[in-house]
């Protein structure tokens, strides 16, 4: 709510029914306590953390959570074309969403890495927003297919074959 502009000022009936139906899907998360847990777990800390870098460090774990696969050299690209896969079921908009998430990510390379005072203040909190709007995306793909969710809270090389199957 501290973020100017990415706030909806009014909540429509709608939006509580949407909210009560991932509420519960939410809840089943946590009680099954799998990667998906832990991705909440790591969104809820961004959404209550009062500094820009910690907040924006809690969102890029919680997109690694979700997203990842594999470890080794090229982490930023092989979340970008998971987040691009997973939001896009075709490859026209999928071009798009991996250079949006691959900058997203980059701002949080540049926290982690300890060039987070280089981002201009002013483009601090849109970058956050911009990274909790993207966090939340992947979060309702997943949550609104069951077998997303079995497919992410399995183990890497189930992961990696969910991936390759929607690429």
Known sequence: QWIEGAVALNVSRQDLVESARYFSLLRGA??????????????????IASQWQVALACFAAAAEALLTCETGRGVTARL????????????????QLFLEF?????NRSDVMHGRGHLIAPAERLPILARFGDALRAVLRTVLDSADYTHALEGDDDQRRAFFRALQ
């Open 30 to 47: 946590l009680v099954r306590r799998l990667r998906m847990s832990n991705a909440l777990y790591l969104t809820f800390g961004g959404c």
């Open 102 to 106: 691959r900058e997203l990510y980059r």
């Open 80 to 95: 970008a074309s998971a987040y691009a896969s997973l939001l896009s079921p075709t490859s026209d908009s999928r071009d």
